[in-house]
């Protein structure tokens, strides 16, 4: 029988097509209305995966756009009933039910304050899209598994949309065209994701590294490999990483690291290093290894390094499928956890 999440996994290239054909010039009317509006900071509200795609946010808009992001704490708007002021806030909510109580309840209250809200959400009929000034659609048809895969990327790929609809760049030539193209390569790498996930298996407990756009990598890896294979896969940015947590790390203590573009490139070059001189044998995820040990699952360049994580979660979300099955668990049937999950 085929899996349901390996067979959404594969449809990531053509839903992203979908959703660029189809909300391009939406979010490009959408950004120039918004830019007249006078916000000058970013309030982004998400749980779960979603809340992985919000940390790609607070990067994209911080460098494409000059605005400071927060990521909003939902329990100040329901909980204690103590929202804090928004003015001057472009409110985001993101949800692929757009159904949890919380995170309609931020946008809600944009609403009450009169300042310009955004639902991306799967369902056009939710609570989410229906609280929101202005929505956009995922459009990558029924998500039926219950770990998140399509709806992630899709949501990266409405963030940028946003990001460059508010700088006004959707009305160029459309900079995100070579983004399924690239995704198609990155599933070429499912033969080195199975045989890195064999060789990570055996241990209950991981840490995943990345900085910069792929800071939300890291973590959306580390939660695919806590819902699918029930690793204790913890993530950290390299720099948070060297402030502590590299104390617990032992010889052949299973690590590893995403590497997309060069910014960051010396820097893990350099804890790559130091990992090795600690008895430990990383993982590189990423356009290019850092050593011939073969401990290597590619990513393919070809797109500028804000856009990578459209690209690299794919290999990622293969290792987490496969770990589940070299675990010995179904990743179609993950325990406790449900497609929807509200939360107030």
């Known amino acids: 029988m085929t899996s349901l999440l390996l067979s959404e996994i594969y449809e990531q290239p ?13 979010v490009a009317e959408m950004g120039q209305q918004l830019r007249s509006t006078g916000f000058n900071y970013i309030l982004i509200a998400a749980r779960g995966t979603s809340d992985n795609a ?46 949890s109580p919380d995170i309609v309840s931020v946008l809600q209250e944009a609403s009450r304050q009169g ?13 989410l899209a229906e609280a929101a000034e202005h929505v956009i659609g995922l459009q990558v048809g029924e998500e039926r598994s219950v770990a998140a895969t399509k709806t992630y990327t899709a949501q990266l790929t409405a963030l940028a949309l946003l990001g460059l609809g508010l700088a006004g760049k959707l009305e160029q030539p459309n900079l995100l065209e ?15 994701a199975r045989h890195m996930a064999g060789k ?31 690793i204790l896969a913890e993530p950290y940015s390299s720099a948070d990483f060297r402030h502590g947590p ?34 430990v044998q990383p993982v590189v995820l990423g356009d290019r290894p850092f050593t011939d040990s073969g401990l290597h ?12 994580p459209l690209a690299a979660i794919l290999p ?20 406790v956890i449900r497609k929807v999950t509200l939360t107030h």
């Open 14 to 26: 053509q839903a992203m097509r979908r959703l660029l054909a189809t909300e391009t010039n939406h």
């Open 54 to 99: 919000a940390r790609y946010g607070q990067y994209l808009f911080g460098a494409l756009n000059r605005l400071p992001v927060a990521l909003a704490a939902p329990s100040l708007f329901t909980l204690y009933q103590q929202p804090p002021r928004l003015e001057g806030a472009l409110v985001i909510g993101i949800s692929q039910s757009g159904q």
């Open 115 to 127: 300042v310009p809200s955004i639902a991306i959400t799967n369902d056009l009929s939710s609570p």
């Open 178 to 192: 070579n983004v399924p193209g690239v995704m198609e390569q990155a599933l070429q790498a499912e033969t080195q």
């Open 200 to 230: 990570l298996a055996e241990s209950d407990r991981a840490i995943v590294i990345g900085r910069g756009f792929n800071y939300a990598t890291a973590h959306e890896i580390s939660l695919k490999c806590k819902e699918l294979a029930y």
């Open 246 to 279: 590299i104390a617990m790390v032992e010889t052949d203590f299973p690590v590893l690291l995403v590497t997309m573009g060069e910014t960051f490139r010396q820097d893990l070059a350099a804890l790559d290093a130091k990992l090795r001189d600690q008895g």
């Open 297 to 308: 699952i590619p990513v393919p360049s070809g797109l500028p390094e804000w856009l990578t």
């Open 316 to 335: 990622g979300q293969l290792l987490a499928y496969h770990l589940a099955r070299a675990r010995g668990f179904d990743p179609d049937l993950p325990r």
